[in-house]
C-alpha cells in the first residue's frame, strides 16, 4: 500500500497535572504532538502507513520526539535536523464552567525556522499517494508557506491527492493574511476539511442569518466547492455544554449530496486533537474507497473517540472506531 505523506510541527506538550492552573502548577505530563503528526499516527493505527516531514532540533527533545513518532509506525526518513529548539505548548484541563486553557511558546522553532530547500519532496513522495497538511504549517514562520506550496506542487506533478485541514490560529497571523496565504494553496488541494468557524475566519464565508446549523454546513461546504473546485468538503461541529460535556457531528460534501454523520454526546477527557483525528480516520476511510456516508461516519467516530482519550493523539484502532460508526469491516 502506497503511504500518506503528512507535514507539520512536532511539539512538546507539557499539561499541568490534574485540573490545576498553570499558576498552581508544579508538575507536568509530557507528551509529543501536533496537527499532522496527530493525523499520521491514527493512520498508522488504522493499517495506513503514513510518514511526517517536519524539522527538528538536533538535541535530547528532538530525539524523544522522534522516537515518540516510531514508536506508533510513522516513518521518519524525512524528518529533517537543524534548528536550536523545540516548539512547547502548555495546557490546562478545563472543569465544568472554566475552559481549557492553551499557552504557546514555539517562537523560533525549528519548523518556524525552516526554509523550502530544507525538504526533498522528490524522495518523500516515493511510493505515495497522498499529501495531507493543515493551515497552521504555513502561518509558523516567512519560510513555511512557500515550503508548503513547493510541496504541493511536486505532489500535484506527481498525481498525490492533496488534503487541508484548514485548522485557522488566530496567535499566528490575522485573518488578512491567513486568506492571502491559503487562497494560493487551495487550487493545489482536492479535500478540504474545516471546523465550522473556519470558513468564516479565513475566507469570509459564513452561512446565511437564520440558517439552521445543517444548513449553514451546507452553504459553506457548497461556497468552498464552488470558489476553489475541492472534491470532497468536511465540515466538523463541536457545541461545548460545559468544559467537560460537548456535542460533536460532521458532515461530508461530494459536490451533489451532503452526508451527515450521527451527533455525539461526549464526556470530554481531552479534546486537543479531535479535528486532527478526523482527518486522519476521513483521509484513511476514502483512500478505502468507502461509501460517503460510511466515510463521514468513521471520520466523526474517530474524533468523537479521542475526546475520550488523554494527549494529542488518538490511541484507537480501526475496529474500535467501526464499532462506534456502526461499520462493518
Known amino acids: 500500500m502506497k503511504r500518506v505523506v503528512t507535514f507539520g510541527e512536532v511539539m512538546l506538550r507539557l499539561t499541568a497535572s490534574g485540573h490545576r492552573r498553570l499558576s498552581q502548577a508544579a508538575e507536568f505530563e509530557a507528551v509529543y504532538g501536533g496537527s499532522e503528526a496527530n493525523a499520521a499516527v491514527s493512520l498508522c493505527n488504522y493499517g495506513s502507513p503514513a510518514a511526517l516531514v517536519t524539522r527538528l532540533p538536533e538535541n535530547a527533545l528532538g530525539e524523544a520526539a522522534l522516537r515518540s513518532l516510531r514508536a506508533c509506525g510513522v516513518d521518519v526518513s524525512g524528518v529533517v535536523r537543524g534548528g536550536n529548539r523545540l516548539g512547547l505548548y502548555f495546557v490546562e484541563r478545563g472543569i465544568s464552567y472554566r475552559k481549557q486553557g492553551i499557552l504557546y511558546d514555539r517562537a523560533g522553532s525549528s519548523m518556524a525556522m525552516a526554509a523550502p530547500e530544507d525538504f526533498d519532496w522528490e524522495t518523500a513522495f516515493a511510493d505515495a499517494d497522498w499529501f495531507h497538511f493543515s493551515g497552521v ?84 461546504a457548497r461556497a468552498l466547492r464552488e470558489r476553489f473546485g475541492f472534491s470532497l468538503v468536511a465540515v466538523t461541529s463541536s457545541r461545548a455544554r460545559s468544559a467537560m460535556s460537548h456535542d ?19 464526556d470530554a ?20 474507497d468507502w461509501e460517503p456516508q460510511q466515510i463521514v461516519e468513521f471520520a466523526a467516530a474517530a474524533g468523537c473517540l479521542k475526546y475520550t482519550v488523554e494527549g494529542d493523539c488518538n490511541a484507537v484502532t480501526e475496529a474500535e472506531v467501526a464499532q462506534l460508526a456502526g461499520i462493518a469491516l
Open 269 to 288: 477527557v481531552d479534546r486537543i486533537g479531535g479535528g486532527d483525528a478526523f482527518s486522519g480516520a476521513l483521509i484513511h476511510a476514502v483512500r478505502r
Open 137 to 220: 504549517t504555513p502561518a509558523l514562520g516567512a519560510g513555511c508557506a512557500p515550503a508548503v506550496q513547493e510541496a504541493c506542487r511536486i505532489a500535484k506533478q506527481k498525481g498525490l491527492t492533496v488534503s487541508c485541514d484548514l485548522n485557522y490560529r488566530e496567535p499566528l497571523w490575522s485573518r488578512t493574511e491567513a486568506e492571502r496565504v491559503m487562497s494560493g494553496l487551495m487550487p493545489y488541494v482536492d479535500v478540504c476539511l474545516a471546523y465550522e468557524e473556519e470558513p468564516q475566519d479565513i475566507f469570509g464565508i459564513c452561512p446565511a442569518e437564520g440558517a439552521s446549523r445543517e444548513e449553514g454546513h451546507r452553504q459553506m
Open 248 to 266: 460533536w457531528s460532521a458532515m461530508l460534501f461530494d459536490g451533489e449530496e451532503y452526508y451527515f454523520s450521527r451527533r455525539y454526546e461526549v
